[in-house]
């Protein structure tokens, strides 16, 4: 199941300073805001977005489980190769002790969004997709 994209952009520059609420030299704010303006179109409703250590964490309403769409640049030279990733990223969610949930379908439905936001755009190339066992 795929859970896990990466591509090439120029499209998504830092902002100034934007690291300081990150880490030093990671960013990806201008590509969550991209994204939360793209995937109402989708059928994907969102929470507003934060800073995390790793990146940037855009919140998906969901009402069986939490669920989140994680973005930032890669270190890599030239600093235009992004990641984004769902979690959960496994097909089955523990709710409680006893208690699971498949949520194979809603993994689904924000991969494919995403990937039809991503395919669309022009300025992003070598759009490759991974689960989380691979690399």
């Known amino acids: 199941m795929r859970t896990h994209v990466q591509f090439v952009s120029d499209a998504f520059p830092s902002y100034p300073g934007e690291d300081d609420d990150i880490n030093p030299g990671i960013w990806g ?7 939360v303006s793209q995937l109402p179109k989708h059928g994907i409703t ?3 977005f934060y ?3 790793w990146g940037w964490e855009i919140p998906i309403e969901n009402d069986a489980f939490p669920m989140f769409i994680g973005c ?3 270190l890599e030279p030239g600093g235009n190769l992004f990641l984004c990733f769902i979690d959960p990223s496994k097909p089955k969610i523990r709710k409680g002790l006893f208690k699971t949930v498949d949520a194979t379908n809603d993994i689904e439905r924000v991969a494919n ?3 039809t936001i991503l395919e669309r755009n022009l300025e992003i190339r070598e759009l490759r997709w991974w689960d989380e066992n691979e690399k």
């Open 113 to 115: 969004a995403l990937n």
């Open 72 to 74: 930032s640049n890669q």
């Open 46 to 48: 969102t929470k507003e």
């Open 29 to 35: 704010k201008k590509l969550v805001e991209f994204l």
């Open 51 to 53: 800073p995390e250590d």
